[in-house]
């Protein structure tokens, strides 16, 4: 899929309304969440999940910022 706008804001689950800061710290939020959970876990299902749901993170935080500030 690619990446647009509509889909940061669905990855981060914030309203089209939030400031460039509110997204930036939802980022870092989730980011540090998903770590944790990752690392904490022992099945491996679950850990390359949360890999995923990381790189996905990660994207929708690199177009946001290349695009929108």
Not at 6 to 14: A, D, K, N, P, T
Not at 23 to 45: C, F, G, N, W
Request: aromatic share 12%; no cysteine.
């Amino acid at each position: 899929m690619e990446m647009n706008l509509y889909e940061v804001y669905r990855i981060l689950g914030m309203e089209d309304s939030s400031s460039p800061e509110e997204v930036i710290s939802r980022y870092r939020e989730l980011k540090q969440q998903y770590t944790q959970i990752k690392e904490s876990t022992k099945d491996l299902k679950t850990q390359m999940l949360y890999q995923l749901k990381l790189i996905e993170l990660d994207d929708a935080y690199l177009y946001f910022i290349r695009h929108h500030l």
